[in-house]
């Protein structure tokens, strides 16, 4: 990429920025929940979240679900590795206004991630998720991590992150892969895996 070209990107990102703080990203209310369940088949686990989607991973990988929570944005939460519970994947999800799309939804947590010490974007692209237009971005930053059970257990750790966002019946979700950088292209193939197995059931 020329420098004049990332340039310009730049520049389109923080143009991008400054309409997202004036787009409507309030609550709109949600589709009627189907119950949720996880289905093994073979040597996958595949989890049907009442936020309307399917996703499908190893049956060998530990697993928290928080999907009868409301409140909850992060609805699953797969560990990638025992070594730590740090390179994970996750889905959150929470209701936004019916007129906002995924863009607007990118941009809206995009502003965000921005505060962490250390940002730094690698890359950004548009994608498909679930057969639904999406965006996806590569970052690193110096993020709060709970390492145990307990939120004593929470400290500044660099990760190498890449989330993808796409917006469903008035819902915006995240995909996450999170990985200690060192050990991000270890298991990136398995994430894009998962990743590609998403769907939305509603």
Do not use: R
Not at 92 to 101: D, F, K, Q, W
Not at 104 to 110: E, F, G, K, S
Not at 170 to 185: L, R
């Amino acid at each position: 990429m020329t420098t004049k070209l990332a340039a310009v990107i730049v520049l389109v990102i923080v143009a991008l920025l400054s309409v997202a703080g004036c787009i409507n990203l309030s609550p709109a209310s949600s589709p009627t929940p189907i119950a949720s369940n996880e289905t093994v088949t073979s040597n996958n686990t595949t989890f049907s979240s009442v936020a309307g989607f399917n996703i499908t991973y190893p049956k060998t990988l530990k697993v928290d679900i928080n999907d009868t929570n409301a409140s909850g944005q992060v609805k699953v939460y797969v560990y990638l590795t025992t070594n730590n519970t740090v390179d994970a994947m996750d889905v959150a999800t929470e209701a936004v206004s019916p007129n906002a799309t995924y863009m607007d939804y990118t941009l809206y947590n995009v502003g965000k991630i921005t505060d962490y010490p250390n940002y730094q974007q690698i890359t950004n692209q548009s994608a498909t998720l679930g057969g639904k237009p999406a965006y996806t971005v590569v970052w690193q930053a110096t993020v709060p991590v709970q390492t145990g059970t307990s939120a004593s257990t929470v400290q500044n750790q660099t990760l190498k992150v890449m989330q993808t966002y796409v917006v469903n019946n008035n819902n915006g979700y995240v995909v996450t892969y999170k990985a200690i950088p060192s050990d991000y292209n270890t298991y990136l193939a398995q994430a894009q895996q998962i990743m590609s197995s998403f769907e939305f059931i509603s």
